[in-house]
């Protein structure tokens, strides 16, 4: 049966064969809809790309205040539209590995202090100008400097010099980093003419697509740039994001064809869209946390006893089934799973009402605490604040919810309020996530924690060439933030993306949403 199945898929392929026909066939002989669509996913990728078309994605994510500028992306609209038109000196692949892209090839002196970036030639800005080392120098000056706002900052802090040599960009840093390439991946670090220092929000970069659309909040859409230099994406002639906050207009959109993918499929319907033969769910384990954030700057929660008891005050065994359908896993308070490289357990904290009490109590705290959610949080932000709301009240703590629209959340309410609902996608290594969220300095650090000896530790794990000394010091630093961080998280998210009958060239990739983000330029779609 099922290499009978297989064959049907491969006439799919070829367009020999509806897809109507074949999930008629598919349910005659008793084969799932899962499998069906899994087996035309396999043919199609086997055939190989298709090129034209307008391929469409919902996404949630998106606000009338966001900006195509690269170092001012916060969510996932523009991070998701930037994939499309902009690129960085490298890139991670599914499988999490660093490949090179505007940079040929890279190294660094023994001591990884100095680190070189070949920088490839040939390579066209829409704007028909020919990409230079010279663009990648003024692009990470811009990001260094304080007055961008960049959200690399943190990573850029670390970096003493830029120069060009020929057609190499050598970095010289403070300290040593074993994982500097990694940050090069960092999604502000697109590089732009001259760096953007002319008017970065024009989306002029060197990718797949050139931005034709620029409607924020509400549409985005760009062209193949005839322009490009490689051949492994960008094979629909047009792309367009629709913006669509609400996930049942999104789920809605899709079934009905107004769009080919969607992000952030509701974890409690996900089941039930799933037994849909026209859909394919697709969710895949990762880095990315659902979070409650504390502003550790901020009374009451500058309060270190207060914040624990709001760590002890929330079940996240309840969390992970009622808000994620059961597609994740239970969180520890820090943003470190066991994906990242050099992962080490730490005891697991556990609701617990008693301990929760007992900190309150000691936190001098009285009255209730005001926290800040929308539906544009993460998905189920709003109930998991409700859940959250009803499991403090057994500890006898009081959380007042406050529903905020999602329309400006991410920059009104997102690092201003002192107690919000969030989301972390999570980073390629330990280094980078720390350093863009949590190191002192950093423009992103929306819990504002500031720790001397985690800040010392960062620095030293950057440079430490012992593997188990570097674990070592990784773990005391996911202690610090566990004990007095400002990031309560319950729970790891699956990202749960969903893809209508005609998207080709699917690959699970766990990095971030939508393949990493690369969904609309490595996709195509089928005849």
């Known amino acids: 049966m099922i290499d009978e199945m297989a064959f049907l898929s491969e006439r799919v392929a070829k367009g020999k064969l509806s897809r109507r026909e074949f999930l008629g066939r598919a349910a005659a002989l008793g084969v799932s809809a899962v499998l069906a669509n899994n087996l035309l996913a396999k043919a199609a990728r086997a055939e190989g790309p298709v090129k034209g078309g307008l391929l469409k994605a919902g996404v949630e994510g998106g606000a009338a205040t966001d900006s195509l500028d690269p170092a001012a992306i916060g969510s996932a609209v523009p991070f998701i539209f930037s994939r499309q038109w902009g690129e960085q000196l490298v890139q991670l692949d599914a499988d999490k590995e660093l490949q090179p892209a505007l940079a040929e090839e890279w190294g660094a002196s023994k001591d990884a202090k100095v680190w070189t970036f070949k920088i490839r030639k040939a390579v066209q800005f829409h704007n028909g100008k020919e990409m230079t080392p010279a663009d990648v ?5 811009r990001n ?8 690399a900052l943190g990573i850029m802090q670390g970096i003493d010099k830029i120069a060009v040599d020929g057609q190499n960009v050598v970095f010289t840093l403070k300290e040593a980093n074993v994982d500097f390439p990694f940050l090069m991946d960092d999604y502000h670090l697109l590089i732009q003419p001259n760096g953007g220092k002319d008017n970065p ?11 034709t659309v620029n409607d924020a909040g509400v549409r985005l859409g760009g062209e193949r740039f005839a322009g490009y230099w490689r051949d492994d994406r960008g094979f629909a002639d047009q792309i367009e994001i629709i913006v669509s906050n609400d996930a049942t207009a999104r789920t809605s959109a899709l079934q009905s064809g107004q769009v080919h993918m969607i992000n952030r499929v509701d ?4 089941e039930l869209i799933k037994r849909l033969p026209s859909i394919t769910i697709r969710n895949v384990s990762g880095r990315g946390n659902y979070n409650f954030a504390c502003r550790c700057d901020t009374a009451p929660f500058d309060n270190n006893d207060l914040r624990l008891a709001l760590k002890y005050a929330i079940d996240r065994e309840e969390m992970v089934q009622k808000i994620l359908g059961g597609y994740g896993s239970v969180g520890n308070d820090t943003p470190i799973n066991n994906t990242y490289p050099l992962f080490t357990e730490l005891e697991q904290r556990r609701y617990d009402p008693d301990k929760a009490a007992f900190h309150y109590k000691k936190s001098g705290h009285s009255g209730s605490v005001l926290l800040h959610t929308s539906d544009v949080g993460f998905p189920g932000a709003v109930e998991a604040a409700q859940l959250y709301q009803q499991s403090a009240a057994k500890a006898g703590i009081t959380i007042e919810v406050k529903r905020e629209p999602g329309d400006g959340y991410w920059s ?7 107690f919000f609902a969030d989301y972390t996608g999570g980073r390629p290594t330990q280094d980078l996530i720390y350093s863009l969220l949590y190191y002192s300095k950093a423009e992103w650090n929306g819990t504002r924690f500031v720790n001397e000896k985690f800040d010392q530790m960062l620095v030293q794990a950057r440079g430490e060439l012992d593997a188990d000394k570097r674990k070592k010091l990784y773990s005391d630093m996911g202690q610090i933030l566990r004990d007095e961080g400002g990031a309560i998280i319950p729970m790891f998210n699956d990202f749960i993306d969903a893809t209508g009958p005609q998207v080709g060239g699917w690959v699970a990739d766990g990095n971030q949403e939508l393949m990493g983000g690369y969904a609309l330029s490595k996709c195509w779609l089928q005849t």
């Open 144 to 151: 260094s400097d304080a007055n961008s706002k960049s959200g």
């Open 201 to 211: 929000t024009e989306g002029i970069g060197t990718g797949p697509y050139k931005v």
């Open 267 to 270: 974890p409690k319907v996900a």
């Open 137 to 141: 120098l003024a692009t990470m000056q």
């Open 412 to 418: 009104e309410v997102w690092g201003k309020q002192p």
